[in-house]
């Protein structure tokens, strides 16, 4: 596989990833990582120290659908949706087997009432394997936001 | 043609459309789309309803044109900019000889005293068709905004 | 070379050079220029009426360098951190072994406290060259900003 047909796969699976949030269709979203994947949510300056924990986390596939479940129950979609623009993933050094990327993204939030902000910027940081039937799954998604400062109500994925 | 061959003319085609509008070429705006082309700007809401009429609409190029005669009148460009950044296309299930393809996108609006603002951000959901020359046209191209609230001066297109 | 692969040569540059400045690697910036690569910053106003001084100005890869060295003493990094978004280059007519692009790009602003705010918008306008090793290096990046206002203190690369 040519690094350019590489970085369009990766563009396709952003695309997939954003759609399925920001058009409300969460119940797919897991499905875009491994059954072992693992997904973060952390700052910039936590990664910098290389703490590890992060804010958010779930590392199976399985919690992240318990997620999407206890957001549905909040209604959390009800009162605001997202937008991300994501840019072009950059191809980094990885294991055997996987693709490494890091991938800058910007997030729009939009309330009920017609309110817009910016929500939240940074980048993704991602170990990415094919599944079984050679699509592109998350082994990996280490989401690193800019800003320290969070919705503490926060529990739609980036 | 491939679809990474496709993808990278559809970037090509929106690329396009977002510098004849931030770059003041608004007269070359229309001649994206092709004679019957259609225009629409919607809401996220409305579109999830299948409301179609939308808040702005033009079914040929010739009323697009007229829309860019009526923002030169009302000089519309000396007191605003625009600067769209478009994200990478995600392709969907067309009908025979068309592209169908949805793509995220977000408008910054800079005024002329400097003053910036997030304008919109949204959808495209696009129809295209190669014209007689080979080159990608609007079919339609559908705009649905995430904010049900519009600036009601919004002539300019998104 | 094809236009899909230039293309694509043109955005993995973009991304190393947005990457450089966001990730805090600035020493690494000055690199992605030719020896006598020229940098500029300036309005969307200026370069419509022509005038090509602009506001930031260095015309080698060793001002680029000294610039690099001014911002690390006014620890400017320890203040705010950039996130850039950068759309896909449109190929323009350029001169002989040269590539000429223009590309659009977003910038947010992430202060120590966590406030974000949008920095700036506009286009860069560029000239590129291979260098000897074959890789892609910038002969000239012109950023022309939506904005005419200017954070005076802004000494960082856009």
New interface residues.
């Given amino acids: 596989m040519s690094n ?2 590489t ?2 796969r990766l ?2 699976l ?3 990833y ?2 399925c949030i ?2 409300d269709r969460l119940e797919e979203w897991p499905g875009l990582f491994l059954e072992q994947g693992r997904y973060r949510i952390t700052t ?1 300056d936590n990664y910098r120290r290389g703490y590890a924990a992060g804010i958010i986390f779930a590392d199976s596939r399985a919690m992240l659908t318990d997620r999407v479940a206890s957001l549905r129950e909040a209604n959390i979609y009800e009162r605001q ?1 997202y ?8 191809l980094r050094p990885g294991g055997t087997g996987e693709i490494a990327a ?1 991938t ?3 997030v ?1 939030r ?1 309330m009920r ?6 929500f939240a ?3 993704y940081v991602d170990r990415i394997c094919e599944d079984a039937g050679g699509a592109l799954r998350f082994a990996e998604r280490l989401v690193v936001c ?4 969070f919705d503490t109500l926060v529990a739609i994925p980036l």
Same sequence: chains 1, 2, 3.
């Fill in positions: 350019t047909e970085l369009f563009a396709g952003n695309t997939e954003a759609s920001d058009a910039a949706k937008r991300h623009i994501i840019g072009m993933p950059a890091e800058p993204f910007l729009v939009t009432d017609g309110r817009m902000d910016l910027t940074g980048i800019d800003s320290s400062r």
